[in-house]
């Protein structure tokens, strides 16, 4: 049995940025035996429904920018990352919502100020953080396809 953090929006959270769920039965069946830990760091900082936002290179290194405001919103969820991983220290993996700014582990998009595309496998902020304490991440999708 293992201790797994988990997109709240798989496990059928209403939390996504439109307010609906990526419910996602198949991945659940695989993960019946093991402990659940959800998250969501977009919900918990900006609430459900919001603005999109987009990863971008800026000067200062990749940020979360909203696609309403214009702004940096990258500081609370890197907050919520560091106090999720801080409280839950003994996670074995985690499983990201693909294509996410905050959990997609390998999919994300990377934009650049001028909103061109530079990337199609960037790591969204929460699993950035992951990565930094040594938990290992893998996409809903790629882990579906490789168990």
């Not at 609430?47 to 290179?57: A, E, I, K, Q």
């Not at 996670?91 to 959990?103: E, N, Q």
């Not at 909103?115 to 790629?142: H, I, N, P, Q, W």
């Amino acid at each position: 049995m293992k201790r797994v953090a988990i997109s709240a929006c798989l496990l059928g959270n209403k939390c996504r940025y439109d307010a609906s769920d990526n419910k996602n039965e198949e991945l659940l069946q695989m993960l019946k035996e093991d402990t659940l830990i959800a998250f969501c760091p977009e919900d918990f900082a900006f609430g459900s429904p919001r603005p999109t936002m987009d990863l971008v290179w800026t000067k200062e290194g990749i940020s979360a920018i909203s696609n309403e405001t214009k702004e940096d919103v990258s500081k609370p969820i890197v907050v919520y990352a560091n106090n999720f991983f801080d409280k839950h220290q003994d996670i074995d993996l985690l499983i990201g919502k693909d294509r996410s700014p905050s959990c997609g582990v390998c999919s994300a998009k990377l934009y650049n100020e001028q909103k061109e595309l530079l990337s199609t496998r960037e790591s969204g902020l929460m699993v950035k953080e992951a990565k930094k304490r040594g938990v290992a991440c893998v996409d809903a999708e790629e882990f579906i396809r490789i168990f």
